[in-house]
């Protein structure tokens, strides 16, 4: 016996700067609000925050000097998912979770990410990279 999924997709390209970062993270929450229980859609805006911000302070820009973020609501009897993707240029070194000291400003994105996604990745191309969670 087959399962039924229902799967909803949006993107939204943003610039690469802070102000980018904002309008994505609104576009987001507008787009799953509702949709999905509160308690979710905060840990994906914070997933889907974290990798623009990183995407935005170590990768380059996407060509036009944007960053792209791409997401997935699928809909099973297991529950409802997201899959967040943010794509950009791509830097020298693999996006990788690192130890922040206590006193340190930053350095934690990716250990937030781990921590409130299911699984998370890096996928390289040619022309950039793309990091992405699943969150349920």
């Known amino acids: 016996m087959s399962t039924a999924v229902a799967e909803s997709a949006w993107c939204v390209v943003v610039p ?6 904002r309008q994505a993270r609104h576009r987001l929450a507008a787009a799953l609000a509702g949709t999905i229980p509160p308690a979710l859609l905060a840990d994906v805006i914070s ?3 974290e990798l623009i911000a990183n ?5 380059e820009p996407l ?10 609501l699928r809909t099973s ?6 899959e967040v993707r943010v794509t950009d240029g791509g830097a020298a070194q693999l996006p990788r979770p690192r130890s922040a000291g206590l ?22 191309d040619g022309l950039g990279q793309s990091v992405w969670a699943e969150l349920s």
């Open 103 to 124: 006193e340190e400003a930053d350095g934690r994105g990716l250990t937030i990410v781990e921590a409130l996604a299911d699984r998370w990745g890096v996928d390289r």
């Open 55 to 59: 995407a935005i302070r170590h990768a």
């Open 77 to 82: 009897e297991e529950g409802r998912s997201v």
């Open 63 to 72: 060509p036009g000097g944007v960053v792209r973020l791409a997401w997935r």
């Open 16 to 21: 690469h700067h802070a102000r980018g970062a």
């Open 47 to 49: 997933v889907a925050g």
